[in-house]
């Protein structure tokens, strides 16, 4: 490409959106061109973290051109095989998932339904809020101090 070269459409960033207008466009006959500055995917490949999940059901994952044709549509069963009452299960998950170490012990007394402190909340997140936190323990019945 030269800089003066004329385009009808020019799509900043080859993102997943950047990415659907291009197809879209390029459907329709429509002349553009893509400008990224780094790589195709660019945040999803280096600004995301290695655990991303989507977080929508499996049928709701479509671009133009592509959508969800495998056998679990709804996709809750990534979530739904936890519940299985063991504190164990949680906890290698959430290490999986936010990529730092859990602590047990205070998983397990949430699941107890130890009456909830600050000392105990920190011990699972440094970063909570604990007024807010005491706002949500409060709305869904969880016993606190
Ligand atoms: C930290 C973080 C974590 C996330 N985790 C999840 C998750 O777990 N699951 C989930 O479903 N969604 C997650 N999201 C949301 C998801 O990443 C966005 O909804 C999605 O990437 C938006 O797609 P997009 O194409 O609009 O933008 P992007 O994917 O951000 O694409 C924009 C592109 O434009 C390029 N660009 C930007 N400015 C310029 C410029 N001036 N010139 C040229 N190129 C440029 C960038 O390099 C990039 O490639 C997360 C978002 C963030 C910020």
New binding site residues.
């Given amino acids: 490409m030269s800089f003066d070269e004329r385009f009808d459409v020019i799509v900043?960033?080859?993102?997943?959106?950047?990415?659907a207008m291009s197809r879209c466009l390029t459907e329709r006959s429509i002349d553009h061109v893509v400008?990224?500055?780094?790589e195709?995917?660019?945040?999803?490949r280096t600004?995301?973290?290695d655990s991303?999940?989507?977080?929508?059901p499996n049928w709701q994952s479509r671009l133009p051109g592509f959508g969800y044709e495998g056998d679990d549509p709804d996709g809750s069963e990534d979530l739904l095989w936890m519940l299985d009452a063991d504190p164990l299960t949680y906890r290698n998950f959430a290490e999986e998932y936010y990529e730092r170490s859990v602590n047990l012990e205070a998983v397990r007394q949430i699941y107890d339904h130890t009456l909830l402190t600050e000392n105990l909340a920190l011990k699972l997140s440094h970063e909570l809020s604990w007024d807010a936190l005491k706002k949500d323990a409060l709305e869904i019945g969880y016993p606190i101090l």
């Fill in positions: 900043i960033g080859a993102g997943h959106a950047g990415l400008l990224e500055r780094g195709v995917a660019n945040s999803w600004e995301r973290w991303l999940r989507l977080l929508t």
